[in-house]
């Protein structure tokens, strides 16, 4: 999406998801007054949850390491425990006894204000446990492999934007082996705020604390969460953004909240910190990527390390090889951090350009992936060819992530039309092909309905077209309907109980919540106008009104008429209704020149 002014077009509780803006192909933007500007999953009512630390190390599979850790070093911060200042109103202070400790009177900072000095105690104590590390590693008779490392650079920020971006936090981890210091590099920001409560502290900051996981979910595509420390108060907080709700996990206390700490107090901050110093020098590909992103690469390789393995396992290399990928180019899309969302980058797959797409869907939905093997195994045409695929993530926080390596298909239909315009070739020719890919797509939709896949996202970025074929992408919004004793028209039951089985979801669950999404998923502007209307179950007859709207939009000497702007959804039906009631004119309401109009079988 090359436009400044355009906008991803995301799904209301009308829509459902990101739809042709997570395509094999470059996709035609919308601008921001053709969008609808609500949310689309259940999941995106996002509710902040809290996690206990060991529940939160758990279920990120990290739990033994952590007990290893412990065991291995139980004191090894008890010195900076012991040294640490006291919180006491709104300045730090050195506690009672510490008056002659050098490292106690450095972590004070009473020269600053509240937050500067909080944000100037923490990035001491970074580095001060950088070297009790470092001493407990070279130390004799210690048991010390089991001691985590420094990993990464922590940056103040305090007083300058994060290079390349608006975003200013108090200081960052970046990881040490990319290059420049930018979003693209930030494994972690860091938030300071002295504040009576965390409700007060989140009311006035939620909005930097999207911006900033807006930002890293965009420019990180191998994210699995995105994690941000909040030093308030005596309390250090880790937050967690993942695809479905936020959580909040508390790491526990890094100061004092009198001068008189007592021993159980002191045992309080170790622990702390000994939590703290573990969040943050887990490797990338353990802690919020799926593979290590910490390296210099520009090729991807997925693969099963044993064949009982399901999930594929990504790593990012720098060595070009038959089983690598290249991602020299990634396909823009707005990211919006939440519910689904899919990363395209335009590669080569063994001499084939291809597309790799990394797709998040809720557990509860169909993967994309299952649709496409339906469609293979039943012989539909029209669609991509699918060269590898398989789930990285079977359920993570209630998301599922999954890769697809696809064939290019090419443009959208209006690009073709844009393009062979600027060549000077004569109108009629390009009406003639355009109505040999209205016959294709039509008859691709036909053959997919028949054999009980709706498609259910028809909208200008869907329809590619590429060597004089046109093809229908972006399967990822599908529903799959059984045939049964009823008469009723689909799949086969046993191949949909095998591709269940194969992706690993509940069939039953998973295809019920489909039918209750039915009327809800799609691209506004280009729904049929019963659907807009609310129409409770979806069929093929939707699914070519689409396409019709789509042929229209290629055909559109300008976007600026009634019938592709968005206010609510009733609106944008009733207009359609009247702008097709009147029948020699409609095509000029939809800025389509008169002399032009779809051939009489479509």
């Known amino acids: 999406m ?21 395509d094999s192909t470059l996709a035609k933007p919308q601008t921001r007054d053709e969008v609808i500007p609500v ?14 630390f060991d529940e939160f190390i758990g279920i990120i599979g990290e ?9 291995s070093a139980p004191t090894l911060f008890h ?35 509240s937050e500067d000095a909080l944000m100037a105690y923490f990035i001491r104590l970074y580095k001060e446990m950088s070297k009790s590390a470092a001493m407990a590693v070279s130390a004799p008779n210690t048991p010390n492999a089991d001691i985590p490392q420094v990993r990464y650079s922590l940056v103040d920020h305090q007083n300058k934007l994060i290079p390349g971006s608006s975003h200013k936090a108090d200081g960052v981890f970046y990881y040490n082996r990319r290059s420049p210091k930018s979003i693209p590099s930030v494994h972690m920001v860091v938030k300071a705020k002295v504040e009576s409560t965390m409700e007060k502290i989140l009311d006035k900051t939620k909005g930097q604390l999207l911006d900033y996981v807006n930002a890293i ?30 959580y909040r996990i508390e790491l526990g206390r890094i100061c004092y909240t009198d001068n008189y700490p007592s021993i159980l107090t002191v045992e309080s901050i170790l622990t702390s910190l000994l939590r703290l110093w573990f969040i943050v020098t887990l490797p990338a590909n353990r802690f919020g990527h799926f593979c290590d992103i910490d390296t210099k690469s520009s090729y991807i390789q997925f693969g099963r390390p044993d064949t009982s393995i399901k999930l594929a396992n990504a790593i990012l290399t720098s060595s070009k090889d038959p089983n690598t990928l290249p991602l020299r180019s990634r396909i823009q899309r707005i990211v919006i951090p939440r519910s689904r969302l899919a ?19 809720p557990v509860k939905r169909l993967p994309e992936s299952a649709v496409y093997d339906i469609l293979h195994q039943t012989g539909v045409e029209g669609v991509p060819e699918v060269y590898d695929s398989g789930p990285i993530k ?24 844009v393009e062979y315009r600027k060549r000077g070739v004569p109108d009629s020719e390009i009406h003639k092909n355009v109505s040999q890919f209205i016959r294709q797509i039509s008859n691709c939709l036909v053959q997919a309905r028949a054999r009980g896949v709706l498609h259910r996202d028809i909208s200008d970025g869907n329809v590619a077209v590429r060597n004089g074929q046109a093809k229908v992408i972006d399967w990822g919004y599908a529903k799959i309907i059984e045939s049964n004793s009823s008469g009723a028209i689909g799949i086969d039951p046993a191949i949909a109980d095998k591709v269940a089985q194969q992706w690993g979801f509940d069939k039953a669950a998973v295809f019920e919540n489909e039918d209750i999404w039915d009327p809800r998923t799609g691209t506004m502007l280009f729904m049929s106008i019963p659907v807009l209307f609310g129409l409770p179950k979806r069929g093929l007859f939707d699914d070519t009104e689409s396409l019709f709207y789509v042929v229209l939009r290629a055909f559109a000497t300008s976007e600026d008429c009634c019938s592709f702007k ?12 009247g702008i097709l009631g009147i029948e020699s004119g409609y095509l000029g309401l939809f800025n389509v020149k008169r002399f032009w109009s779809p051939p009489r079988d479509y």
């Not at 609106?571 to 209704?577: G, K, W």
């Open 566 to 577: 968005y206010y609510t959804t009733k609106n944008l039906a009733l207009t359609r209704v």
């Open 217 to 246: 979910w965009t420019e990180q595509p191998t994210r699995t969460f995105t994690p941000i420390l909040y030093v308030h108060d005596e309390i250090i907080t880790l937050f967690v953004s993942t695809r479905g709700p936020w």
């Open 343 to 361: 990363y395209l980058f335009d590669t080569m797959y063994k001499a084939k350009r291809a597309v790799l797409k990394l797709s998040w869907t």
């Open 39 to 52: 949310e689309d999953e259940e999941t995106n009512r996002r509710r902040s949850g809290n996690l206990l």
């Open 2 to 22: 090359a436009q400044a002014d355009s906008v991803h077009r995301p799904r209301s509780r009308y829509c459902g998801g990101h739809g042709s803006m997570i």
């Open 63 to 71: 739990q033994d390491v952590y007990d290893s850790f412990v065991e």
């Open 394 to 417: 079977a359920d993570f926080f209630g998301y599922r992530l999954e890769y697809i390596i696809l064939e290019h298909c090419g443009q959208p239909l209006e690009s073709y039309v």
């Open 79 to 113: 010195n900076l425990a012991q040294a640490a200042p006291a919180l006491v109103i709104k300045k730090l202070v050195v506690t009672e006894g510490q008056e002659k400790n050098e490292m106690a009177t450095a972590f004070a900072h009473t020269n600053k204000t």
